[in-house]
């Protein structure tokens, strides 16, 4: 029955290590969305990918490259993991403007 | 999508109170979303509001969309515990949403 889905919930892990998260997602949008919040709760956008096509790349480091299997999954991967990456990443989907957020991926970097 | 700010960024709220949140701009907002972001939870959407002066309700909850539509405001009235959480206003256009940094509210028993 869920509806976003995220793997894993958590994730700690070393500097310079390379990690993935995937998402999926069953309500049949097009568009999907990876999302950073900080500390501070402060949510911004990544990517988003309608139909599989990257349509939005945020200047974000290209030691992250998102892939999109089909328009029901993106999966993030994270290369040279930094310190900084430490954060909640949140998976999310639409179809108008309404958006369905998964329930994130806490990922600490030691 | 242009920045949203919110105020305050932090409240302390009696159970049982009356507390609004608000949200604004210095230009026009082509529509306004609000999000509850329970803690350790993810974001849920709540409303969306499209229409110069439009006001929506739901239950306890009274969001408004100011005339000139750069300002929104979000209500709630006899605060329940459940009413804890993070409350962002965003704005969606150009494919994303743009997130204001969002009201944190803790509810004193």
């Known amino acids: 029955d869920t509806a976003v889905s995220q793997t894993p919930k958590y994730l700690v892990t070393q500097m310079g290590n390379d990690k993935s998260i995937k998402c999926e997602q069953n309500?049949?949008?097009?568009?999907m969305y990876w999302y950073k919040q900080d500390s501070k709760k402060f949510l911004k956008i990544m990517f988003s990918?309608?139909?599989?096509?990257?349509?939005i790349n945020e200047t974000v480091p290209n030691r992250f490259s998102p892939k999109s299997p089909d328009k029901a999954h993106l999966n993030l991967h994270i290369n040279s993991l930094e310190l900084g990456d430490s954060a909640v990443y949140f998976c999310a989907s639409s179809l108008h403007n309404e958006q369905f957020f998964g329930p994130g991926t806490r990922l600490t970097v030691l | 999508g242009q920045q949203v700010m919110q105020i305050p960024q932090y409240q302390h709220v009696q159970e049982g109170e009356d507390f609004t949140t608000y949200c604004n701009s210095s230009t026009t907002l082509s529509n306004i979303q609000w999000y509850k972001q329970r803690p350790g939870g993810h974001p849920v959407f709540l409303i969306q509001l499209v229409k110069s002066g439009e006001v929506k309700k739901q239950k306890r909850l009274t969001f408004q969309f100011g005339e000139a539509k750069k300002n929104s405001s979000l209500h709630i009235t006899a605060t329940q515990t459940t009413d804890v959480g993070t409350y962002f206003c965003?704005?969606?256009?150009?494919?994303?949403?743009?997130f204001g940094k969002g009201n944190q509210v803790v509810v004193i028993p």
């Open positions: 309500l049949g949008h097009d568009t």
């Open positions: 965003a704005e969606y256009g150009n494919n994303r949403l743009a």
């Open positions: 990918y309608n139909n599989k096509e990257l349509i």
